[in-house]
């Protein structure tokens, strides 16, 4: 069974950063892609960033690239993601998931199978 545990949120000042991560429990975190994604009040749940099974892949949505960086460590089963120069739209609960089927990383909900129960990131103006 696989339980995905984010820890790292807070509230944080515009121009901040905060580093998120994700502790994974099950026998196949390590053969499979890990995605970051959040949700704003009255807002759907959207994509952050995704990496691959080896680390050696990643994508990011447009509105964090060069300010979001993901990693993953493999013989931790944990997945991170650092935000840098946080913005009041990165306001949100991100959650993180994992893939279970696929060799590639998806950047859409349906691509994930095991969510974790997200943490709250609040920048304030």
């Known amino acids: 069974q696989v339980q995905l545990v984010e820890s790292g949120g807070g509230l944080v000042q515009a121009g901040g950063s905060l580093r998120l991560s994700c502790a994974a429990s099950?026998?196949?975190?390590?053969?499979?892609?890990m995605g970051w994604f959040r949700q704003s009040p009255g807002k759907e749940r959207e994509f952050v960033a995704a990496?691959?099974?080896?680390?050696?892949?990643?994508a990011y949505a447009d509105s964090v690239k060069g300010r979001f960086t993901i990693s993953r460590d493999n013989a931790k089963s944990a997945v991170h993601l650092q935000m840098n120069n946080l913005e009041p739209e990165d306001t949100a609960v991100y959650y993180c998931?994992?893939?279970?089927w696929g060799t590639g990383f998806g950047t859409t909900e349906a691509a994930y199978d095991y969510w974790g129960q997200g943490t709250q990131v609040t920048v304030s103006s």
């Open positions: 990496i691959s099974w080896s680390g050696g892949s990643t």
């Open positions: 998931a994992q893939r279970s």
């Open positions: 099950g026998p196949t975190f390590r053969i499979y892609a």
